[in-house]
């Protein structure tokens, strides 16, 4: 028995002090105000900082910079994966779903990490790697774009291999979604050529840019929704991408979808909540204090209560500090906030029987969170009842 001491521990309903948590092998074993007529193994002095369920990421290509640093530069998969996982429970972060994409073409890029053989790679990794020495708990997020045909057979054999743990839909095309502006889109372009090293891309008319997405084939509704229906079926859930209007949200409605991530616009946001969705936004907006690609503050979202989850997007360390940064600077109070980052996930993935919050008989991973300077550092981590990691700052 593991016990956690002078904690302030953040619950779904509020924080609270005076209370002992106990951990008994991978499980939270109750709370308990005196450690008289138990026996422990082991107490963790806590110091008054908080103690907070491990963070649960839903979307994230940080994997992705691990494997391949450099645009010409990759190292083996199953390293990048260890070295990253370390880097992800220093940040918080004890369940990840590793979002890798199944593009259409090369035009935004060639990546070697995005053909057939390399996804598929990497799922096999992210499956196997439980088997042998790990740090946290990996899924694979299979984000597919719907110009990818071949994605349809390859994600429904994901699903019945048990190698898929989120499927997501994403249409990266201009003149809706993420790339409403075609002037952002060409700017996209020219920078991911760059920086991924993929085929030169001649300028493009406005014209000639709309014509060639719109005359691409697409997956059809049918197979979305016969995807969506196997995922529903193996108890995984469905995310959009990208959505900008309500009328895209009720189409994704018919198909099926669960989950809007990053929705382009307050207006969607606003109308996603409505429908039910659970509705993600990136943590890094708000530590930049607006989108890179100059959509909704994910910020204003939160405040007008048009936002269920934080997510790093592609950079782990956001999601604590902007989960402290909504509570000191605008007054959201913490354990809401924690539960956009634990609870609300967990919900989402459908794996809150288990994850997302200190409740007795959850699984037992956990944060103890210290402020210094200003900023949240985690100090111990837990997973599976495990202390994985212990960080102590010195002056």
């Known amino acids: ?38 026996a422990v193994d082991r107490v963790v002095n806590a110091h008054g900082r908080y103690v907070m369920p491990g963070l649960i990421d839903v979307h994230s290509d940080k994997l992705e910079q691990y494997i391949q640093p450099r645009p010409n530069s990759q190292v083996d998969f199953e390293f990048a994966l260890k070295i990253c996982e370390r880097d992800l429970l220093g940040s918080g972060i004890t369940t990840m779903y590793h979002s890798i994409s199944l593009f259409g073409d090369e035009y935004f890029g060639s990546s070697p990490l995005r053909t057939k053989e390399n996804v598929q790679r990497l799922a096999d990794l992210i499956t196997g790697i439980h088997l042998r020495n790990h740090l946290i708990h990996h899924r ?77 084939p697409k997956l059809t509704f049918h197979q979305m929704e016969t995807l969506t229906k196997m995922a529903h079926d193996h108890g995984l859930p469905v995310a959009s991408h990208d959505d900008d209007t ?18 382009i616009t307050m ?58 940064t909504m509570h000191m600077k605008h007054g959201i109070p913490l354990h809401q906030m ?19 919050s200190l409740e007795i008989g959850k699984k037992a991973d956990i944060l103890i969170v210290e402020m210094l300077d200003g900023y949240p550092v985690i100090t111990h981590g837990f997973v599976d009842g495990n202390p994985t990691s212990r960080f102590e700052y010195r002056r």
């Open 1 to 38: 028995m593991i016990a956690i001491i002078n904690g302030k521990i953040v619950t779904p309903d509020s924080v609270v002090a005076g209370k002992t948590l106990l951990i008994n092998h991978d499980r939270i074993y109750g709370f308990v105000e005196s450690l008289e007529n138990v």
């Open 140 to 216: 694979f997020h299979i984000r597919i774009e719907i110009d990818n045909l071949e994605a349809y057979d390859i994600v429904r054999d994901m699903i019945h291999q048990n190698k898929a743990h989120q499927i997501s839909f994403m249409n990266h095309a201009p003149g809706q979604g993420q790339y409403r502006s075609l002037a952002a889109y060409q700017d996209t372009i020219v920078k991911y050529n760059g920086n991924l090293g993929g085929k030169e891309v001649k300028a493009m008319s406005a014209d000639d840019l709309m014509t060639y997405h719109l005359n691409k």
């Open 246 to 263: 309500p009328e895209k949200l009720e189409e994704n409605l018919k198909i099926g979808v669960d989950i809007s991530e990053f929705p």
């Open 267 to 324: 207006e969607a946001a606003k109308a996603a909540k409505s429908m039910g969705f659970y509705t993600v936004v990136g943590a890094p907006n708000i530590l930049r204090g607006c989108s890179h690609s100059g959509n909704m503050s994910a910020t204003e979202a939160i405040l007008e209560d048009y936002a269920d989850i934080l997510c790093s997007d592609y950079y782990p360390a956001a999601i604590m500090h902007s989960v402290f």
């Open 338 to 356: 924690v539960n956009m980052a634990t609870v609300n996930p967990a919900k989402a993935m459908r794996i809150d029987d288990d994850y997302g």
